[in-house]
Every structure is written in structure tokens, then in C-alpha cells.
């Protein structure tokens, strides 16, 4: 859910499909670098990570994509990173792409906002800035980031964002070294009167480091916490009933979310792929432009096809699962959806907590046997 930059509109998406194919909404990942060293994080690259600066689309480049998204038909546009801030162009290319007339959210992590990029901001509001919380005292947040001084400078930049009353989302990635704070770290939300999203779906780092696995809450811990906020008992309530029972069929697309069809990622470097996570099916942009990779190599994408009827396609929680081709590439090595043992555990432990008739299901969940 966190790292998908489609639009939760529901009636926005539904007059979309009159439409086509077309990529109303694009994450462009402005750089891998960060001033933090998240135990979690996906990417990982230092902020002074020479050879990755080196190949990082230039302000020019960053330019004429933007240039070419806009002509495509992109209106949501997220920003984000590693940190955003950390590229010198930053404010300019904020500007630019606000000219173009996109929605823009940002993904930040606070610690870079000073009182002049809060005014920047102010002057020129995005959409949306949403900022991922560690922890909610130093010790925690700084065993999460590495970075002594760290929870301060963050702690700062929240208050600037709220003094200079731009539309935040503060967020978290729940961990076995920072869940402990969870009801802490909504309080600091609740403080500045904004909303509070969390998430504790831990997945490999791009590079295949599966460090990051290491961090997860069990099943039964992630379930515990989410139990503790009413309005996410209710999402998953309604969501479990109204899902369970239909399954995804072998033989299908292997797509069914908006990937390459209505959305898609740009990574720092200008390989344009359906998702964030999903990239090892990328291509180029600089080697061609975004139209034709949009109605060229993501069509064909969008249309790949699965090659056989996993334990997935015949699960009928397959609709209320996590899992999809990102994970599946990152966690076993193939685009078409295979069990994964703790996305198989959480969803079980999620149907059981929320769904009515939960043992039915459960039974009959080939995917939690099969694997």
C-alpha cells in the first residue's frame, strides 16, 4: 500500500477506465541518496554516494521528463526518494513540475525542512507532503536511521510544516525495533491535527539484501497493533467481505493493480517501470522518451500473460493478500505470484482477526499449505 502512488479516488478511477491506458499517475524517484541509513529501507544509498550522483538524471533531464509526462497525460505526480532534499536542484525542480501543472506529493523525511524550504513550500503547496516517522523518542528513531542528531532535526521539521500549515500526512513503517511506539508516534500525528498511515509490509532491498526481512513484526504482532486503531478495523472488515471467496485464475494477466496501465515509477536514473518495486521489468527513458516506453515496452508488459496456475490463482484470499508481481520478484524471483511464507501468514492472521467466517476461508487457503 505504501508504495503505491495511484490516487485512492474511487470514483476518480472508475471515469479513468473510460480512458485507456494512460499514465495519470507517476512516482519519479529524484534520487536513491539519503542523509538517514534506515535499517529498512528498500534502497540505502549514502547522500554523498558519488557514482550514484554521477548517473542521476541531470536538471535538464529531470526537465524534459517532466515535460514529456505532462504531454502523456500525467496529473498526479508523487516525488520522492531516498530523501528529495537532498538534491541541490530540489526547489526548481519542484517549481517546474507545479508549473506544469501537476498534483504533487512529496515523500520526505522532515530532517532536511528548514524554515526557508518551509516557506518554499508555503509559497507553492504541494498536494500532499507525507512524512515517515521512525519513532517517537531519539533512542528508537535513531536506531531506526542511524543517524545520531537525527529524531531532532525531524522533530524540527515537523513543527515548520505545521507552522506553515501544509497538508501532512505523517507516516510510519512499523519494525520490531520501533512498533513499541506506535500509539506515541499517532499522538504526534494527533498533535498537529494530522492523518496517521502505517504500514509493516517489510520487503528485500532492491540490490536482494534480505536484511531488511530480519526487521518484520511476526504476523500475530502486526495484526496486534492494527486491532488498536478502530477506523483500520473497519478498512479491513469491509474489505475482507467484500473480497473473500474470489480468486485470481491462472492464465490471466499477471497485472491487476494500476501498474502500467494507469501509473508507473521513473527511478532516479530515468528507467521507467509498471511500480516502484517491480524493476526488473524497466527500460531506459534517456535511450528513447516516455511516450513511446508508455505505448511501447510498459504496454507489453502490461500485457504479460501468467504461465501457470500457482497456488495463488486458486487462494480464495488471493483478493485480500499483499502479494503481487513486485513482491513476488523481490522475494522469490518471478513476476507471477508465488506464496510467500510471512505475506501468507499475515494475510491468514488478518482474515482471521477481521472476517466474518473466518475459519471457512482459512480451511481452504491452498496458498497457506502450498508453498
Not at 538524471?57 to 526537465?63: A, D, G, I, N, V
Not at 529524531?151 to 512499523?174: I, P, R, S
Request: charged fraction near 25%; glycine fraction near 6%; hydrophobic fraction near 40%.
Amino acid at each position: 500500500m505504501e508504495l503505491c502512488a495511484e490516487t485512492n479516488d474511487a470514483a476518480f478511477n472508475v471515469r479513468l477506465s473510460a480512458l485507456g491506458r494512460v499514465p495519470v499517475s507517476m512516482s519519479f524517484e529524484l534520487t536513491e541518496r539519503c542523509n538517514l541509513n534506515c535499517q529498512h529501507c528498500y534502497i540505502n544509498l549514502p547522500v554523498n554516494h558519488q557514482a550514484a550522483r554521477q548517473r542521476e538524471l541531470s536538471t535538464q533531464e529531470c526537465k524534459r521528463l517532466l515535460d514529456e509526462m505532462a504531454a502523456a497525460g500525467t496529473l498526479w505526480l508523487l516525488l520522492t526518494g531516498g530523501e528529495i532534499m537532498v538534491r541541490r536542484d530540489f526547489e526548481e525542480l519542484y517549481l517546474y513540475a507545479r508549473n506544469l501543472g501537476f498534483v504533487i506529493s512529496i515523500y520526505t523525511n522532515a530532517t532536511m525542512v528548514t524554515r526557508q524550504r518551509a516557506e518554499f513550500l508555503s509559497n507553492y503547496k504541494p498536494h500532499l507532503v507525507e512524512v515517515t516517522l521512525y519513532g517517537a523518542t531519539a533512542e528508537t528513531y535513531e536506531t531506526v536511521t542511524r543517524v545520531p542528531g537525527s529524531f531532532a532535526k525531524c522533530m524540527q521539521g515537523l513543527a515548520l510544516l505545521a507552522e506553515y500549515e501544509l497538508d501532512v500526512v505523517l507516516k510510519t513503517v512499523l519494525l520490531n525495533i520501533n512498533s513499541h511506539e506506535f500509539l506515541a508516534m499517532k499522538a504526534v500525528a494527533e498533535h498537529y491535527g494530522w492523518d496517521f498511515r502505517y504500514d509493516g509490509m517489510i520487503h528485500p532491498r532492491l540490490n536482494g539484501d534480505r536484511f531488511p526481512t530480519t526487521l518484520r513484526l511476526t504476523p500475530e504482532e502486526l495484526i496486534a497493533i492494527e486491532k488498536l486503531d478502530p477506523q483500520r478495523v473497519e478498512e479491513w472488515q469491509d474489505y475482507c467481505n467484500g473480497f473473500l471467496g474470489y480468486q485470481m485464475k491462472g492464465g490471466e494477466k499477471t497485472f491487476t493493480c494500476g501498474a502500467a496501465n494507469k501509473s508507473g515509477h521513473v527511478d532516479a536514473y530515468g528507467m521507467v517501470s509498471p511500480c516502484m518495486i517491480t524493476r526488473t521489468r524497466a527500460v531506459d527513458w534517456r535511450a528513447t522518451n516516455f511516450m513511446d516506453v508508455w505505448d511501447g515496452y510498459l504496454a507489453e508488459v502490461r500485457e504479460t500473460r501468467n504461465t501457470e496456475a500457482t497456488a495463488c490463482h486458486s487462494c480464495e484470499m488471493s483478493l485480500v493478500c499483499t502479494n503481487c508481481p513486485g513482491w513476488s520478484t523481490l522475494e522469490r524471483n518471478s513476476l507471477e505470484n508465488r506464496p510467500i511464507d510471512w505475506v501468507c501468514d499475515s494475510t491468514k492472521a488478518r482474515v482471521s482477526a477481521f472476517a466474518e467466517n473466518a475459519d471457512r476461508w482459512i480451511n481452504n487457503a491452498i496458498c497457506l499449505e502450498v508453498r
